[in-house]
């Protein structure tokens, strides 16, 4: 998995894909004849590679944003009495 740790999509000088950037040829290819760096393969065969981005602060799917306000507003602050219920109901669906 390759930690990207610069924000630099490309190098300036030899115009190759930034090592730890978002486009390393780690995570697989973006251009027609490139070889991706973990499998070898190209565009087409290459299914592409995780890789971890860290956030200064948290970012939030809009679209589970209400559902995860219900669960929290569901589990009381003082005794966290509620979250076992939550967490039970969870695996039951």
Not at 30 to 57: I, M, Q, V, W, Y
Not at 66 to 79: A, G, P, R, Y
């Amino acid at each position: 998995m390759v930690q990207v740790e610069y924000r630099n999509l490309y190098n300036p000088e030899s115009n190759e894909p930034f090592k730890n950037g978002p486009l390393d040829r780690e995570m697989g290819v973006s251009e027609k004849n490139g070889t991706c760096g973990t499998c070898d393969k190209g565009l087409a065969e290459c299914p592409g590679h995780f890789g971890n981005l860290r956030l200064e602060l948290p970012v939030f799917h809009i679209g589970y944003f209400k559902h995860t306000l219900n669960i929290l507003q569901m589990i009381c602050k003082v005794s966290s009495i509620g979250s076992k219920l939550v967490l039970l109901q969870s695996h039951a669906l």
